[in-house]
């Protein structure tokens, strides 16, 4: 998938609070932070694009992690997963440790049914909706197949030619 298509998962309000953060923060670092910084290495005494460089570009930090939390929400529920306890975790847990827990423990995007055209969540081998065979899946125990497989991984069912994945 292509980065720009990635980004339309971030939904709209992440992308809102985002850049009123940075304005927010910015505006803040401006006028309250630069003018009280006198001393003989204040940042009043900085030339104006060094002024300008930290208060504008300091804030985009706020706005890369805002639209990682907001990726992890829109992709979350894509997936089929728990967008708000993703999105907490990845909030509340320090040193990005959430985040990271996220992008390592998320599930496979849904596949299309090839019958009925329903998304249906990778873990499932038949189409909830239609009952069509989405993913090949073992004939003893019916779990799903990986393709390559010769024997199931679960039962050790041997399985025939046609039924490979």
Request: hydrophobic residues 50%; glycine residues 10%; contains cysteine.
């Amino acid at each position: 998938m292509s980065f720009t298509r990635e980004l339309r998962v971030i939904p709209r309000i992440a992308w809102i609070v985002a850049w009123l953060g940075w304005a927010g923060f910015a505006a803040t670092l401006w006028f309250a932070a630069i003018p009280d910084d006198t001393g003989p290495g204040g940042m009043v005494n900085w030339p104006l694009a060094g002024r300008l460089a930290f208060a504008l570009l300091l804030p985009l930090f706020l706005v890369g992690i805002i639209a990682v939390w907001g990726y992890i929400c829109g992709d979350a529920k894509r997936r089929g997963m728990r967008p708000v306890m993703w999105t907490l975790l990845a909030i509340f847990v320090p040193y990005a440790i959430g985040i990271i827990l996220y992008f390592i423990l998320r599930d496979p995007l849904p596949t299309e049914c090839p019958a009925c055209h329903t998304l249906v969540l990778a873990r499932f081998p038949f189409c909830p909706h239609c009952g069509a065979n989405v993913r090949a899946s073992c004939p003893q125990c019916g779990r799903t197949l990986e393709p390559g497989w010769v024997n199931c991984g679960y039962c050790g069912t041997r399985l025939p030619a046609h039924q490979r994945p």
